[in-house]
């Protein structure tokens, strides 16, 4: 199969908390292609971290994240 | 073993010819006389509190055909079996000891080494807790350590600096840390260390991560945390504290050492060990603790006696 690499999904993930932000973005890879991406937008440090540490162990890729007035945005890459 | 023969010839006798120092000696081995003075709570040694599930399996039956029915769970991760009668104890000593859950540990000795449950299970952890404890108890049975205490001496460690087990408390507490250092070719300014550091101790400067040393606390977190892998460990330890207790008159241990390895947390747990063994004062009532000890010949002193201590090994 063809993986589409500009696949880009989104998910609105302001004014939620871990872990509930988690389970949402879990859930979310879960549905796209290895090798597509999510971006996924979070505004406190609590759901930053859980995000983050989860993707990482779960042996998926942060491309990018950005800062704008407390909003990271994060795009993620589906490693496995 | 001379201990374990004086114990036995102890348990033979009758319980009414009992000395002071016979009981002392059997608190020391966990046989710890209740209220009702026929009766004894057996306290086992469980360092870091783990024991495999047919362990606990084991003692529960102890507890049934020994005991009360009842275990009670002491503060210091220990398991303590209450109401066996005197005649009973050398069987049921006899049999912990088989279940690799012997009694001991009351009265003037060190006590349980407690600990956090630490790598692997832990997410935060920065060491492995219970090879630590294991090691430590290994170092002090070796060598006999506490055998002529005056008082009591307690050891605790934590697997990174939010201290789940009370280090501060103890006479001698240990955290395990590590010193971020940002590799700034790959650091990309992108704020996550920023936001996730409970000490706001990293700022950005030039678009790249700066972390100030006066705040950090070693914890690791923005190691585990950078998304880009920006930041490593430039070096790994233990941080060592002293003269924590808790009791009538709580008072927090004191940093005595940073990035320690094993090695000198060992030898300053035996140095420790032998100037409160010397310096300690009690006089049958009152017994000084290892944090009194050192405000009494203050922290300068007991430093340089410890480091002495250790270059007389
Ligand atoms: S002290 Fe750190 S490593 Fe130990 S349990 Fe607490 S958070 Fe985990
Ligand atoms: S999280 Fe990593 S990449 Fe981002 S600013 Fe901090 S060190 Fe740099
Ligand atoms: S090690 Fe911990 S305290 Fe130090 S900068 Fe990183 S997150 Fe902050």
New interface residues.
């Given amino acids: 199969m063809v993986k589409k690499m500009t696949d880009e999904k989104m998910l609105d993930l302001k004014g939620l908390f871990c872990p509930h932000t988690n389970l949402l973005t879990i859930r979310e890879l879960e549905k796209i292609q290895v090798g597509s991406k999510l971006r996924i937008e979070v505004d406190n440090a609590d759901s930053l971290k859980g995000v983050i540490q989860t993707v990482k162990n779960k042996g998926h890729i942060i491309i990018d994240v950005k800062e704008k007035d407390q909003v990271f945005t994060i795009i993620i890459q589906k490693g496995r | 073993m001379e201990e374990a023969n004086s114990l036995s010839e102890i348990l033979s006798k009758d319980l009414n010819k009992l000395s002071k120092a016979e009981l002392t000696e059997m608190r020391r081995n966990g046989l710890i006389q209740q209220r009702d003075p026929k009766f004894f709570i057996c306290r086992l040694s469980i360092p870091a509190g783990v024991i495999t599930a047919e362990q606990l399996e084991i003692i529960c039956k102890l507890a049934n055909e020994y005991g009360n029915g009842q275990v009670h769970l002491s503060t210091r991760q220990g398991i303590q079996i209450p109401g066996v009668p005197y005649e009973r104890l050398s069987e049921i000593q006899e049999k912990l000891k088989e279940n690799g859950t012997p009694t001991w540990g009351c009265g003037p000795t060190i006590r349980n080494i407690i600990a956090c449950p630490g790598y692997p299970e832990c997410?935060y952890a920065n060491i492995s807790t219970r090879k630590l404890v294991y090691r430590i108890k290994d170092f002090i049975d070796k060598r006999k350590l506490g055998y002529n205490l005056k008082g009591k001496f307690k050891i605790a460690i934590a697997g990174c600096p939010n201290s789940c087990a009370n280090v501060y408390s103890n006479d001698i507490g240990i955290i395990g840390v590590v010193k971020p250092r940002v590799k700034e070719e790959i650091c990309?300014g992108?704020?996550?260390c920023v936001?996730?550091c409970k000490e706001k101790a990293i700022n950005i400067v030039d678009e790249k991560a700066v972390i100030d040393f006066e705040k950090c606390v070693c914890c690791g977190?923005c190691i585990?945390?950078c998304?880009?892998d920006a930041i490593e460990p430039e070096k790994e330890g233990l941080t060592i504290f002293l003269g924590g207790k808790q009791g009538r008159h709580p008072s927090l241990a004191k940093k005595v050492m940073e990035f320690a390895d094993e090695e000198m947390v060992l030898s300053i747990i035996e140095g420790a060990v032998k100037i409160f063994e010397k310096e300690g004062l009690a006089d049958g009532v009152r017994k000084e603790r290892f944090g009194a000890l050192i405000e009494r010949l203050g922290f300068d002193e007991i430093k340089s006696l410890i480091y002495g201590e250790e270059d007389d090994r």
């Fill in positions: 997410k990309n992108c704020k996550v936001a996730i977190d585990r945390l998304p880009f």
